[in-house]
């Protein structure tokens, strides 16, 4: 079994930035995958951002791309995720995930195949 804890959410203006760390502890697996996903009230949770842990290959969606940038400290074993530029519509409650999976690909996968998710931060972008 897998803990996550995410933190660093917060209030902030637009176009600002906020730095975003799920701490992971518990099982540890041989292959995984850590994602980031949001929601915003009335919508349904989205993907935002996810990493193969191992190979640090990296995908987006094309909503964040370019303004946030997901990474990983194998040391401490948590996960980041870098946002800047932020928008009024970036406004939900981020949650992080992890995918138990094997293969190169995997980090690519649909939001129903993650296994743990942490408890969620609330992100504000005021405009």
């Known amino acids: 079994q897998v803990q996550l804890v995410e933190s660093g959410g917060g209030l902030v203006q637009a176009g600002g930035s906020l730095r975003l760390s799920c701490a992971a502890s518990g099982s540890v697996f041989s292959s995984y995958a850590m994602g980031w996903f949001r929601q915003a009230p009335g919508k349904e949770r989205e993907f935002v951002a996810a990493i193969r842990w191992s190979g640090n290959n990296r995908y987006y969606a094309d909503s964040v791309k370019g303004r946030f940038t997901i990474s990983r400290d194998n040391a401490k074993i948590t996960g980041y995720l870098q946002m800047n530029s932020l928008k009024p519509e970036d406004t939900a409650v981020y949650y992080c995930?992890?995918?138990?999976?094997?293969?190169?690909?995997?980090?690519?996968?649909?939001?129903?195949?993650?296994?743990?998710w942490g408890q969620g931060t609330q992100v504000t972008v005021s405009s």
């Open positions: 995930a992890v995918n138990i999976c094997s293969g190169y690909g995997c980090y690519r996968t649909p939001i129903y195949e993650y296994d743990y």
